[in-house]
DNA sequence: TTCACTTTTTGATATAGGTCAAAAGAAAAT
DNA sequence: ATTTTCTTTTGACCTATATCAAAAAGTGAA
């Protein structure tokens, strides 16, 4: 993005970096979130509770990406997911409040945020058509395409719930997998 | 929108309005679609063709909504889906060249445009939750009460295929839900 | 009205992946 | 070190939905 010096010291005055420990809440669900998050390092999660009570993993955020409850924080509605860190984490955040004010000063961080949610949008369609239309196992694939870090470094439920399946079958794909 | 009339005019002038045949194919798998499309009445759906060769319908469009195929229009890059008219329509549509140009001149555009964006990722993770946790006939259920008019004018294996399943599964759930 | 073509329904059978329960393995806490 | 707690693996069984095949119903053109 085409920002000069000064713009850009401007606009990271605005955010707030901190070191998150793993296992911290950063939103919970019902909440309105007022933050948006920009990890630096580290690794997050949303996710939400099913009907049975189970949590059920919605995205992970890996180093280098913006997080949120896109939908709480940009239409400042209760949150339907919960957000949490799964890795010591440092992280720039920043309120609503000022990012609207960013918006405003710069309108070519509105292009910015339209280009930030293209993306998510393309990449939350990725995931629709490979749940949708794949097997399991194909399922297990494309998350190693997708995020091939993140396979390793969390837990087993959490990654089969993001994809759709139980945990039983997730470890049975694995070893299937690791066999060959 | 805070548009005054003169904007409104002058933006109003970048699209073209056409009234589109039903089967007629705006966008083809593997071209770079130039264009966004603003449906008035009528109805699109995007679809694409899976290993087998089967059509996969990803999205209906509706009238008052924006028909694209996203990743391709907001990328440049080619197309995953085609896009087709399903029922005579009335199309607004602009290229992508001429809405940058707004977005340019019409810095609030930008906002529309992230807005727009926002929307639909919102529809995408409540269509991903509900494809990913859902019965074959919950999913239908989910369908009814999100596009009630939709169901009523688009053949089963085009509905069978959005949701995720067979057109014998939709056939089923249908004879099962009319018995009661 | 009949013929060709498409869409929907029905039936029989197969299977991927879910559920439940328990064992094994790791990690954390005392 | 040992106990407690959490995570992963394994096994047996079950069910929702896919697949395959054929019949029935609907649609449109000649």
């Known amino acids: ?11 990271l005055k605005h955010f707030k970096k901190e070191a998150i420990p793993k296992n911290q ?13 920009f990890i630096e390092s580290g690794l997050g999660r949303s996710y939400y509770l099913n009907q049975a009570g189970k949590e059920i993993t919605q995205w992970f955020f890996g180093s280098g990406k ?21 890795e010591d984490a440092v992280i720039y955040s920043i309120t609503k409040e000022k990012l609207d004010e960013l918006f405003d000063t710069y309108p070519k961080m509105e292009k ?13 369609v990725n995931k629709l058509n490979a749940i949708q239309f794949q097997t399991a196992k194909e399922r297990y694939e494309y998350m190693l395409a997708e995020f091939p870090d ?5 837990s087993l439920g959490h990654i089969a719930s993001y994809l759709g399946m139980t945990q ?7 070893k299937s997998n690791s066999r060959k």
């Open 25 to 37: 809440m950063l939103v919970r669900q019902g909440e309105v979130s007022k933050t948006l998050y």
């Open 1 to 11: 993005m085409p920002f000069t010096n000064d713009e850009l010291d401007d606009i």
């Open 66 to 86: 913006f997080m949120a409850s896109a939908d709480s924080f940009f239409q400042q509605c209760p949150s339907l997911y919960f957000i949490e860190v799964l």
């Open 168 to 174: 039983e079958t997730l470890s049975r794909i694995r």
């Open 150 to 154: 993140i396979s390793y470094q969390v």
């Open 112 to 124: 910015l945020g339209r280009l930030v949610t293209t993306e998510m949008l393309t990449k939350v």
